[in-house]
């Protein structure tokens, strides 16, 4: 999928006219706005296993100091970085469970042999979008629901305008609202070590251990 700032500024008008429908009827524009451009935080929630044995086994990657949250003001350039990361990760990785690359049920890890499941899709696009100069603040990992009620993880990117996820199960870069998932938890923009949960009231016990 390449876009030019063009593209950017008529996604982003589309993003900003349907939240405006969406709240005409009801609540406050901009309060309605938005709920929809950019997901519900609520309360402090548990960090997943996978993450907290990622820290475990490389505490460097996991070392930090609370900050303030930052978004990336959504520009061309900004743009071309997600598409190409995304691209190039989602082309190169192959992937594979857990059980079949480590012989654990859930392993977070660097897929530097070129084999991952879903959560290591995600660290390296963090790592390489981080690399780029990215605010690692507006780089989440975030566990949803997938379409069929497993668990799933995704990178939700956080810019001045809409809250973008990218995936290994798409090829283009989507809405959070496009994506048919189920919102669950992920980290804090200060901190990367504290999760939050998202605003679905559902039952949410699924781990993002299912095989991506």
């Not at 609520?42 to 505490?59: E, L, R, S, V, Y």
């Not at 070392?63 to 691209?87: C, G, I, Q, Y």
């Not at 480590?102 to 979008?129: I, N």
């Not at 200060?190 to 699924?206: H, Q």
Request: charged content about 25%; hydrophobic content about 40%; aromatic content about 8%.
């Amino acid at each position: 999928m390449t876009w030019d700032s063009k593209d950017i500024l008529r996604f982003t008008a589309a993003a900003l006219v349907a939240a405006s429908t969406l709240c005409a009827a009801s609540a406050p524009a901009d309060a309605a706005s938005e709920r929809t451009l950019f997901v519900s935080v609520q309360a402090t929630a548990k960090a997943p296993i996978g993450w907290i044995d990622f820290c475990n086994q490389q505490p460097g990657e996991c070392a930090a100091t609370p900050v303030e949250a930052r978004d990336v003001v959504l520009s061309s350039k900004a743009w071309k970085d997600l598409v190409r990361v995304n691209k190039w990760v989602n082309d190169t990785i192959k992937p594979m469970t857990d059980q079949d690359h480590w012989g654990v049920v859930e392993k977070w890890s660097y897929p530097d042999d070129g084999y991952g499941d879903c959560e290591d899709y995600v660290l390296l696009k963090r790592r390489m979008l981080v690399e780029a100069g990215w605010p690692r603040q507006a780089l989440l990992i975030t566990v949803v629901r997938d379409k069929r009620g497993d668990g799933h993880a995704v990178l939700t990117v956080k810019t001045d305008k809409v809250e973008f996820v990218l995936d290994n199960q798409a090829e283009d870069i989507m809405l959070w609202t496009e994506t048919g998932y189920r919102f669950v938890k992920r980290q804090s923009q200060e901190d990367p070590n504290v999760w939050v949960s998202l605003g679905d009231p559902r039952p949410t016990t699924a781990t993002a251990s299912a095989a991506r």
